[in-house]
């Protein structure tokens, strides 16, 4: 009996322990950041009283702070928005804007051009996927936040902008002066193939009306009875998650869509809500720009063998944003967490790697050819037209299983 007291004493004791050091932990870190911000404090009162312009701008200054603050991250995806800036996002998100139809993002510290929007000013001025963009108007973009660079391109209806480009090898910048023109962005687009193959290109995630555009898509495919279908998301920059989860469960029955991570290392499963709309075969085509949300249904459908996955390696963008909106009506874009596949892949900067790769020659890339009357180029598009022979061969395959082929002694042949 003493021993069993003995056992519990210790127990406790460790317990009152462990709290007890968490405790003064948290009161020494809490301490820590008070005589910091006593510092910070210190700074903005000498430049308050000791500054030789003695007219400033408050706002400024605490607006440069927190971006200062959120700089210290170096992360490119977390980033505080002025008032102005936020409104434009929620106006993005509405699908309908004022720019040059671009997506950008930052890679190796490079402010670079994801992919520009077909049939916007930037697609027409021949913007490509990689470039580099070094100058804004000729403000140097080395160490712009990514909310500045996107203030700084859009502006009104109308106007010019003017970007330096350094294309691949180059050296020198190339000067692009672009019309900025209202932008509405069409999410799905949807074409039937040869061999009655579906075809949807899927252009953002970012619209809020995303999964409804390809809800209905689908639905138009089915009523065309296709025998398959290609989703092309070469090129899009991602967007909304929820967006990608309420697609993705238009293809899985059951299964997981997404892991997150948050701060404390607590994964969360994300599942399929089982609204099924296809259950024919598909393959998905990827690329270098295709990022975010992109990539989150890009391995969710080939995770749960829905999907094979044809292009290049993926952009490599797996990290979740939350939008907390502050008092004067600016907001902070914070990462809180990070993906996984449902297999459990980390894709963060490694992007995910298809099943079939085709890598597009330099000099076809360059041309790019531009396509008018349909979303497609069937003749030229070399990753397409390897989506379409696995396609073939998914249609093909799935008709054997179907119609198992009888031998002479009434054995099934498989």
């Given amino acids: ?119 916007t000013p930037a697609w027409k001025a021949g913007l490509k996927p990689k470039d580099k963009i070094m100058t804004i108007d000729g403000k140097q973009t080395k160490d712009m936040a990514l909310d500045e660079a996107v203030s700084l391109i859009r502006g009104p209806r109308g106007s010019l902008v003017s970007l330096g480009i350094i294309r691949g090898k180059e050296k020198d910048p190339k000067e692009y002066k672009i019309p900025r023109e209202k932008i509405v962005i069409k999410s799905v687009e949807t074409e039937v193939l040869k061999d009655d193959i579906g075809y949807i290109k899927l252009n953002t995630f970012e619209n809020q009306n995303a999964s409804d555009e390809m809800e209905k898509a689908l639905n138009s495919l089915k009523s065309k009875k296709v025998k398959g279908l290609i989703i092309d998301v070469r090129n899009n920059g991602g967007g909304l998650l929820q967006n990608a989860i309420e697609i993705g469960s238009m293809f899985i029955r059951e299964g997981v869509i997404v892991y997150t991570i948050d701060r404390e290392g607590k994964k969360e499963t994300i599942s399929s809500s089982g609204n099924i709309v296809w259950v024919k075969p598909t393959v998905v085509l990827i690329n270098e720009s295709s990022a975010s949300a992109s990539e989150i249904l890009a391995g969710a459908l080939r995770d749960n063998r829905i999907s094979t996955l044809v292009g290049t390696k993926s952009f490599g963008k797996a990290s979740v944003q939350n939008v907390k909106q502050l008092e004067d009506g600016s907001a902070v874009l914070l990462t809180v967490a990070k993906y996984l596949t449902p297999n459990g892949t980390d894709i963060s900067k490694k992007g995910i790697e298809p099943d079939h790769v085709v890598e597009v020659p330099t000099s076809e890339a360059e041309e790019n050819p531009k396509v008018e009357e349909s979303i497609v180029d069937e003749q030229n598009d070399i990753q397409l037209k390897k989506a379409v022979e696995v396609m073939k061969n998914l249609i093909v395959r799935k008709l054997d299983m179907k119609n198992p082929r009888k031998t002479s002694s009434g054995a099934v042949s498989l």
């Fill in 1 to 119: 009996m003493n021993k069993k007291w003995a056992i519990l004493f210790i127990l406790c004791f460790l317990s009152f322990s462990i709290l007890f050091t968490l405790e003064v932990q948290r009161v020494k870190a809490a301490d820590d950041l008070e005589s910091k911000l006593n510092i910070y404090l210190q700074v903005l009162d000498t430049v308050k009283n000791d500054y030789i312009d003695k007219d400033l701008d408050n706002t400024k200054l605490i607006y440069g702070s927190v971006k200062g603050l959120l700089d210290s991250l170096d992360d490119p995806y977390t980033r505080f928005l002025e008032p102005t800036s936020y409104k434009e996002m929620k106006i993005r998100l509405s699908g309908s804007y004022s720019g040059i139809g671009i997506y950008i993002g930052i890679k190796e510290k490079h402010l670079i051009v994801i992919s520009p929007i077909k049939d």
